[in-house]
């Protein structure tokens, strides 16, 4: 009890720093973005809200204490909500990136302060990231995880951002950005999917059950991508 009791304050820790952060960026980005307009920045600033919420629902996750089955039902209502912020991720990032593309927004303009925060987001975040899931795997939290890697794929989506005005700056390429946050989207409503079900890679029904077991594992090693796909590997404890 006392080793679970650590690992729930070591999560809420760095929970708390990943929102401090995520604070950081959302007030760095908006104001970036409303000085040189650029939507690409103030897209940031949104992501940035996003993961915040994310991150409110572990904190109020690794708070509640009870007994195994609250313990489990609470577990389940934090990871829908994360996978419900999935969709939402996924719906805003397809609506700017069409309306971009179709000219109805303007081209995204180079920021120092803009893509300042987006490499330190990066660099921050990506960190986060290796700590969270290395407590989730412990822990067996598969809403930690889930949040641990809705950060890693926002911040996927800000290197994006990142490349775009790159591109921008260097070739004029202005549809690089909105064509690169595109390509992440399957990834967003396949974690969403899912994180709401609670299920990871259904298998066959003639298998479901002997599988069971594994379906829910969390687990943060090589043959599970560091944490990105369903564990496989049979050294790793269910």
Request: hydrophobic letters at 50%.
């Given at each position: 009890?006392?080793?679970?009791?650590?690992?729930?304050?070591?999560?809420?820790?760095?929970?708390?720093?990943g929102?401090?952060?995520?604070?950081?960026?959302?007030?760095?980005?908006?104001?970036?973005g409303a000085?040189?307009?650029?939507?690409?920045?103030?897209?940031?600033?949104?992501?940035?809200?996003?993961?915040?919420?994310?991150?409110?629902?572990?904190?109020?996750?690794?708070?509640?204490?009870?007994?195994e089955?609250?313990?489990?039902?609470?577990?389940?209502?934090?990871?829908?909500?994360?996978?419900i912020?999935?969709?939402?991720?996924?719906?805003?990032v397809?609506?700017?990136?069409?309306?971009?593309?179709?000219?109805?927004?303007?081209?995204p303009?180079?920021?120092?302060a803009g893509?300042?925060?987006?490499?330190?987001?990066?660099?921050?975040?990506?960190?986060?990231?290796?700590?969270?899931?290395?407590?989730?795997s412990?822990?067996?939290?598969?809403?930690?995880?889930?949040?641990?890697?809705?950060?890693?794929?926002?911040?996927?989506?800000?290197?994006?951002?990142l490349?775009?005005?790159?591109?921008?700056?260097l070739?004029?390429?202005?549809?690089?950005?909105?064509v690169a946050?595109?390509?992440l989207i399957p990834?967003?409503?396949?974690?969403?999917?899912?994180?709401?079900s609670?299920h990871h890679?259904?298998?066959?029904?003639?298998?479901?059950?002997?599988?069971?077991?594994?379906?829910?594992?969390?687990c943060?090693?090589?043959r599970?991508?560091?944490?990105l796909?369903?564990?496989?590997?049979?050294?790793?404890?269910?």
């Amino acid at each position: 009890m006392l080793q679970t009791d650590d690992l729930r304050r070591t999560a809420l820790i760095l929970v708390s720093i990943g929102l401090a952060w995520n604070l950081v960026e959302a007030v760095v980005a908006f104001w970036a973005g409303a000085r040189v307009g650029s939507v690409a920045l103030i897209a940031f600033g949104l992501d940035s809200i996003i993961e915040l919420f994310a991150g409110g629902v572990l904190v109020w996750r690794l708070r509640q204490e009870g007994d195994e089955h609250q313990d489990e039902a609470a577990e389940r209502r934090a990871q829908r909500l994360v996978g419900i912020t999935f969709f939402v991720l996924a719906g805003y990032v397809g609506l700017h990136s069409v309306v971009s593309l179709g000219g109805w927004l303007p081209e995204p303009q180079p920021s120092l302060a803009g893509i300042g925060i987006a490499v330190a987001s990066a660099v921050v975040m990506s960190i986060l990231y290796v700590a969270k899931m290395r407590i989730a795997s412990r822990m067996q939290s598969r809403a930690l995880r889930a949040e641990a890697v809705e950060s890693l794929f926002c911040d996927l989506q800000d290197l994006a951002i990142l490349v775009g005005l790159g591109l921008n700056v260097l070739f004029s390429w202005w549809w690089a950005d909105p064509v690169a946050a595109l390509l992440l989207i399957p990834f967003f409503i396949k974690e969403g999917m899912e994180n709401f079900s609670g299920h990871h890679d259904h298998e066959d029904d003639e298998h479901e059950h002997e599988d069971e077991g594994r379906s829910a594992l969390v687990c943060f090693c090589l043959r599970c991508w560091y944490g990105l796909s369903r564990c496989r590997a049979v050294c790793c404890p269910a």
